[in-house]
């Protein structure tokens, strides 16, 4: 009979506990657990007393100690217990035993009450060698004790890891400056911290995760990432997101220019033809390589200050009352061949990937620099828009040729911005750029004029943002030239019955009210009756465009669709056929579609993650000034009264970059 101050054991949610006899309740045991919680128990539950106890006179403190001191004296003693003898001799002997029956073969029949709970304890926790049924204890086989000894090894291997990577990451962490750790010797544990950092809440081991984290001495995910960085999984925050979206981390290799078997002569024959007016084009066809050599044209380009890949070049001529404008596009399709390894690889990456300081690009950067970029000296294959306008800047006729140009100069936005004042071709090319706006906003095309933000490595490394203003003469010109370019190329493609694949949008679901279009939430305003554009097999038209059919072909180096939309010019131009018949495209379609909305919703995710750190090393903390654009139900009652479109100030209290948000304190 158990008397008070005895120490028994017992299952506690599946798992075998201690429990000091406090004293009974009724026909129940009233006992404190080794958390020192009280517990009543039926005493029939009670597995075996321990045959120690602990002196009730003692204070809860040191019966707290002496219980905790108790029970590492049993794992002790039990871990001395050699099972491994007694399944060895046990077997073949029958199938089951029961405890008294083992007890009394390893112990003898004087056994001790303490030696016999040695032996219980060793059976319930450390056990590989018996099988724990309702009647007893049943020999394991072989194969099956040496299964669970390799796992326990395992278990132990990966426990000691475990601890090793606490360790090792801890000290990384606290340590200032570079750190070495051996990453390959805690692979595992780096694994699920790494994983839990791309994934978050969905990766199954999120709370093992979260415990190391613990351990390690980190408070959030982004203190994660950084030690990750730190220790060198990943080189800076550009892979981690990278990896995080499923993004490419590098550009294709060289290596698969040799493997598309195809290697473009540098110099292709030409048909040396100095174009200089538009009644001067012979109408036959060109043969074979023969391109129209417009090297001699005063062609140049107009991009931003950081831009290295140059996809798209304009020149302009004055003759006699007429206007040539040229929209020349890097041709990329005389270098990509289709089905090739390149092809099927900038297929898959669907377009380039900007980022603060890096880029990644659809196709392999030799290629670029070498042969498609439309660098300033260099000659370069192109695809060229021809289009004449008079005097009134209408268009009277156009055509698409294969051709060889020459940029002759570079020019950023504000440069050109400034010449438009005091060189007569770029003040034309901007009237005819701006009478090209006119004529699409009669047609019901919307302008956005919002400024552009630019997120860049500055000198030193440090994110910086700048504000890039898009009314400007610079931007307008590209623009509109750029615009016509696709316009003019989707009319060329359905007049000719060309498969093609259109970027269509349809007319607003409700009539869009009268807007301010200097208004800095014109854009939010308008987008809430849009149609959302997509790619079509039928040219349909583009609303906020103001266009009757319009097809991307502009970025070629950078966009798979341009590039596919160049090839159907291409192959029409020179063989009079397609390469790609309606039904292919349709194969190729809805993959690019999905293609293209993925990355899209990955670069706005990065964007979004890149502002937001720069607001918060800079901002976070701070008064600002601020628009509201949006208002839910709760912000409507008094006394707030807030409008869209109020300036107000808030404090930015929080920023949270892995969950793109901003908690913000409403001050005024």
Not at 235 to 243: P, S
Not at 328 to 336: K, L, T
């Amino acid at each position: 009979m158990a008397k008070k101050g005895d120490l028994l054991a017992f299952y506690q949610r599946k798992h075998l506990v201690l429990g000091l006899l406090q004293g009974g309740k009724g026909d129940l045991y009233v006992l404190f657990t080794e958390e020192w919680k009280e517990t009543e128990l039926e005493p029939h539950k009670v597995l075996m007393a321990t045959g120690k106890g602990i002196d009730p006179s003692l204070s809860v403190p040191e019966k707290k100690e002496q219980m905790k001191r108790l029970r590492a004296l049993f794992e002790e003693e039990a871990r001395r217990v050699d099972l491994s003898g007694l399944w060895e001799y046990l077997q073949g002997e029958g199938e089951r035993f029961d405890f008294d029956l083992l007890a009394e073969t390893y112990l003898g029949r004087n056994a001790s009450p303490e030696e016999k709970f040695y032996l219980f304890w060793a059976l319930e926790n450390h056990n590989p060698y018996f099988k724990k049924s309702a009647q007893g204890y049943v020999p394991r086989k072989q194969e099956e004790v040496e299964g669970i000894l390799r796992a326990e090894i395992k278990g132990k291997e990966k426990e000691a890891e475990r601890e090793r990577a606490i360790n090792e990451l801890s000290r990384a962490w606290q340590e200032t400056g570079p750190v070495r750790i051996d990453r390959e010797g805690i692979r595992g544990p780096l694994t699920v911290l790494r994983n839990f950092a791309l994934y978050g809440e969905e990766l199954g081991r999120a709370r093992e995760a979260q415990g190391l984290m613990e351990r390690i001495g980190l408070r959030e995910e982004l203190e994660l990432i950084a030690l990750l960085i730190k220790v060198g999984e990943w080189e800076g925050e550009e892979e981690f997101l990278l990896e995080r979206f499923q993004l490419p981390q590098a550009p294709p290799s060289a290596e698969l220019l040799a493997e598309s078997s195809f290697l473009p002569e540098r110099e292709p024959p030409l048909r040396m033809v100095i174009v200089s007016a538009p009644e001067k084009f012979a109408d036959e066809p060109l043969k074979g390589a023969e391109r129209w050599d417009l090297t001699s044209w005063e062609t140049f380009t107009i991009d931003d200050e950081m831009t290295e890949v140059f996809d798209d070049a304009l020149s302009l001529e004055r003759q006699d009352g007429r206007f040539l404008l040229g929209v020349h596009i890097a041709d990329a399709a005389a270098f990509v061949p289709p089905g090739s390894p390149l092809d099927r690889e900038a297929l898959k990456r669907g377009e380039t990937i900007y980022l603060p300081g890096r880029r990644v690009d659809m196709l392999p950067r030799s290629l670029i620099a070498e042969h498609l970029s439309l660098s300033h000296g260099q000659e370069r294959l192109a695809l060229s828009l021809l289009a004449t306008f008079d005097h009134s800047f209408n268009l009277l006729e156009y055509r698409l040729v294969e051709s060889v140009i020459r940029v002759k100069r570079r020019l950023t936005y504000p440069q050109a911005g400034a010449l438009t004042g005091s060189e007569p071709l770029l003040c034309l090319l901007q009237e005819l750029s701006q009478a090209l706006r006119e004529k699409r906003t009669a047609a019901g095309a919307l302008m956005f004029n919002l400024p552009e933000l630019k997120i860049f490595c500055g000198p030193g490394g440090e994110l910086q943002v700048k504000k890039v203003l898009s009314n400007t003469p610079g931007h307008l010109i590209v623009s509109e030239t750029m615009i016509l370019m696709n316009h003019l190329a989707a009319a060329f493609c359905r007049e000719k019955n060309i498969p093609v694949l259109y970027r269509v949008q349809g007319s607003p679901n409700r009539e869009i009210p009268k807007l301010n279009g200097d208004d800095p939430l014109f854009p939010l305003r308008a987008i809430r009756f849009l149609s959302a554009s997509r790619i079509s097999l039928d040219p349909e038209p583009h609303y906020s465009l103001g266009v009757p059919a319009y097809i991307q072909v502009t970025s070629p180096i950078r966009r798979y669709v341009d590039l596919l939309a160049l090839r159907q010019l291409q192959g029409t131009l020179r063989q009079g056929k397609a390469p790609y018949t309606r039904e292919e495209l349709e194969e190729l379609y809805p993959s690019l579609e999905a293609g293209q909305r993925e990355v899209k919703k990955a670069e706005r995710a990065l964007e979004n993650y890149w502002l937001l750190k720069y607001l918060k090393l800079n901002l976070e903390g701070r008064k600002v000034p601020a628009l509201v654009s949006q208002l839910g139900n709760r912000w409507r009652p008094p006394p707030l009264k807030l409008e869209e479109g109020a300036e107000v100030e808030v404090k930015l209290e929080g920023i949270d970059l892995l969950q793109g948000k901003i908690t913000a304190v409403l001050l005024s």
